[in-house]
């Protein structure tokens, strides 16, 4: 997959940009739902190569720890995961795998309970591996379950930045609420990107938006903010058969392009919470200040 990173594609998309500017805190982006199906994981892969084209050092981690098919999407076959390291057996750095377009994939562990109740040395072991990752990184992306378990939740809460992809589906949009409901009450969250995936079009899109905002902001009293929408487009599962980005299968395609600008206005926009950055972030999901 590596060679994807230098070839002809993505040209429509992406190659026209200029690298981001430095020096901005590092980011932790966590992509949740919900309402399983609408499209995270495609978002989280696209979203990361997007981000790497546009000169940002980006490693997603696969937090759907029962499900997890992140790998499978990138045609990626790890042999390695979070797991590993916390069972002490290997180091964080062998077991990153590198995906197209530079990106670094930490492949799924499975078991919530591992990662939240480890015992002290373990923690501290797995503190000290994330902190080589900090300096090397300029955004992390957390792909993460559907539904709203332990895991999706605490994934989502230790995250700077919540993304919330769902579709223009009234299933999706109740999903979508009952998330930032749990997440909004039990974890104090009170912003929330949001994009809206498989829209017909933006006046679609836009109206899905407006009927979560009203009822979030008025009964939830968080923020909601739309990042745009990507558009229903065959290339997308063409692409997952072919087991590629579709950004990078069919750079030209509209939900590339969408899925390209959706990453430009994440570059844009400073993180909605106070940053750590990676350490910060497996502090708060190992359990440290947790609301
Ligand atoms: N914009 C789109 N247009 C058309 N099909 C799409 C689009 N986005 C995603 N899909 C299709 O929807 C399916 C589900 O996508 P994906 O696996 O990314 O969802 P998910 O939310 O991660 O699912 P899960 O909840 O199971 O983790 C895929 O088969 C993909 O091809
Ligand atoms: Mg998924």
Do not use: W
Not at 146 to 168: E, K, Q, R, Y
């Amino acid at each position: 997959m590596r060679s994807l990173a230098g070839g002809p594609m993505a040209e429509t998309a992406l190659d026209t940009e200029a690298p981001a500017p430095a020096g901005r805190p590092l980011r932790v982006i966590a992509v949740a739902s919900g309402k399983g199906g609408v499209g995270k994981t495609n978002v989280t892969a696209n979203v990361a190569v997007a981000l790497a084209r546009l000169g940002e050092r980006v490693c997603v981690l696969d937090g759907d720890l029962g499900l997890g098919n992140l790998d499978v999407l990138l045609g990626l076959t790890p042999r390695l995961s979070l797991l590993h390291v916390l069972r002490g057996e290997r180091r964080l750095a062998e077991v990153i795998i590198d995906g197209p377009a530079g990106v670094r994939i930490i492949p799924a562990a499975s078991g919530a309970e591992e990662l939240t109740a480890l015992a002290p040395a373990e923690r501290l072991r797995l503190l000290d591996e994330v902190d080589a990752l900090d300096a090397s990184l300029d955004v992390l992306l957390v792909d993460t379950a559907a539904g709203i378990s332990s895991n999706v939740l605490h994934f989502t809460a230790a995250a700077a930045d919540a993304l919330v992809v769902m579709t223009p589906e009234p299933t999706a949009l109740t999903d979508a609420y009952a998330l930032m409901k749990v997440l909004a009450s039990r974890y104090g969250r009170r912003e929330f990107l949001l994009i809206v995936n498989m829209a017909a079009g933006a006046a679609d899109a836009e109206a899905a938006f407006a009927r979560l905002a009203r009822v979030a902001e008025r009964f939830l009293r968080v923020r909601l903010e739309y990042q745009g929408y990507v558009p229903y487009d065959a290339a997308v599962p063409r692409a997952v058969r072919e087991q590629h980005p579709v950004l990078l299968a069919a750079p030209g395609a509209p939900a590339s392009l969408a899925l390209a600008d959706l990453a430009r206005r994440l570059t844009r926009r400073p993180p909605s919470a106070p940053t750590g950055g990676v350490q910060f972030f497996f502090r708060r999901l190992l359990g440290d200040g947790r609301s």
